[in-house]
């Protein structure tokens, strides 16, 4: 294991391996990479509209990480509290819904948090699904709070 470092910037790489309780030097070893996302992404994950009174739409946007291009999409709001989480119309703020994205291509939906009755926390997901099973979901948590 000498020679790590020597004179401008060259040096090797080491790598220690554990066998039986003894740790010996490789010298062959190669870094690993978790494996590339495939299927639905969507950003931001979570989003707190805060409290009232007044709540502006947030922008998601949802990536195809997956190498053939996806199924149709749907995008809707689920669980918890959905009805206080409106998702745009399809059109400039939802470019997703009825869409087949390519590899890597993406697209936007924005959706407003219009909580109304008894002050309290609301909660729902945010779910950019296919039709195309092999796509999985990309899925957002949303929160939001009526003020009293």
Do not use: H
């Not at 219009?114 to 309290?120: C, D, E, K, P, R």
Request: charged share 15%; net charge negative.
């Amino acid at each position: 294991m000498r020679n790590l470092v020597s004179g401008r910037g060259r040096y090797a790489l080491a790598c220690l391996v554990v066998v039986g309780g003894l740790v010996t030097a490789g010298a062959r070893c190669q870094p690993t990479k978790p494996p590339a996302p495939t299927g639905l992404n969507i950003a931001p994950t979570s989003w707190d509209f805060g409290s009232g009174p007044a709540f502006a739409p947030k922008s998601f946007t949802v990536t195809n990480n997956g190498p053939d291009t996806s199924g149709k999409l749907a995008v809707a709001t689920q669980g918890g509290d959905k009805d206080d989480f409106v998702v745009a119309d399809p059109g400039a703020d939802n470019t997703c819904t009825g869409k087949t994205l390519a590899a890597d291509e993406t697209c936007t939906v924005a959706v407003s948090f219009v909580g109304t009755g008894a002050a309290n926390q609301r909660s729902t997901d945010l779910v950019v699904s296919s039709d195309n099973a092999a796509d999985g979901q990309a899925v957002a948590a949303l929160t939001g709070t009526v003020p009293e």
